[in-house]
């Protein structure tokens, strides 16, 4: 844990005043670099505060696809006990403001001891700028909610729920969004089957739909290996199959 003074003094200091305010700025024509451009170069100044500010908070910081003019998407990679505090820092310092909750989605990794990772994306319109705050956890850590910081997080936060199954501590309301009710699995994962578990149908005898576990019947399955669009290939036409005549040309 870290200690509360230092916690404390870390958040009450600022970057440089030009280290993010310069964000939005528009490079200019002279410098046709895009590896030195104004624009990357302030997201590189901005990455390199926000990692020194939050040194226990912040285990990677990186700029996605930085060879624009116009810089690119920053990328903070944080320990998964610690995503509402950088959340909260980056929406109310003065220097981030990004208030803008666009989406928190999910990737899976089978082959990864934290088979998930987490995405929280993150807008600033008074800078004009983007950030990715993502996390890793497996499948039986939860994730505190975003939604006492973000409001917006809530149908994203059931979602990621419903698809992948990471649960998110203190959400209001930790309910299946996208699936029926009753639904076993979450289909997002890569190793749930494609046919799933169950199927739904209408049943005429109990009047209602139920559910059923999945049966792909063998018989019902129809193979053929011989092409559409060829109904009698060459020397295989039956000799009952209707001959039109074509009629004689009559000479002019």
């Keep these: 844990m ?12 600022r970057p440089s005043p030009n280290a993010f305010r ?15 451009s104004p624009m990357l170069d302030q ?13 226990n908070s912040v285990t990677a910081a990186r700029i996605q696809s930085g060879n624009s003019p116009m ?22 310092h003065s220097s981030s403001q990004f208030k803008g909750f666009i ?11 934290d088979r998930f990772r987490v995405v929280y994306s993150l807008l600033s319109t008074r800078f004009n700028a983007r950030i990715r705050v993502q996390t890793y956890v497996d499948e039986i850590t939860p994730l505190e909610s975003a939604t006492k910081i973000f409001k917006g ?4 936060e059931r979602e990621v729920w419903d698809m992948y199954g990471v649960f998110f501590h203190s959400h209001p309301d930790m309910r299946r969004i996208l699936t029926d009710y009753g639904f076993e ?19 005429d005898t109990e009047k209602r739909v139920v559910q059923e576990p999945v049966e792909i019947a063998q018989e019902y399955r129809s193979f053929e290996y011989s092409t559409p669009w060829e109904v009698f290939p060459e020397g295989t036409r039956p000799k009952d199959a209707l001959q039109i005549e074509e009629p004689e040309k009559t000479p002019s």
């Excluded at 870290?2 to 200091?13: G, K, P, Q």
């Excluded at 200019?28 to 895009?34: E, L």
Aim: net charge positive; aromatic share 8%; charged share 25%.
């Design 2 to 13: 870290m200690n509360i003074r230092r916690v404390a003094t870390a958040l009450s200091r």
């Design 185 to 203: 699995g979450h289909p997002q994962r890569k190793d749930f089957p494609l046919s799933g578990y169950v199927e739904v149908r209408y049943d």
């Design 103 to 113: 989406q928190a989605t999910a990737v899976d990794y089978p082959e990864r001891k």
């Design 153 to 156: 997080a809530d149908w994203f």
């Design 43 to 55: 997201q590189k100044s901005f990455m390199a505060s926000i990692v020194e500010m939050l040194p």
């Design 22 to 36: 310069t964000l939005c700025a528009q490079p200019s024509d002279a410098q046709s670099n895009p590896l030195s």
């Design 71 to 92: 810089g690119a998407e920053m990328v903070l990679e944080v320990p998964n006990d610690m995503t509402i505090r950088v959340l909260r820092f980056l929406k109310l």
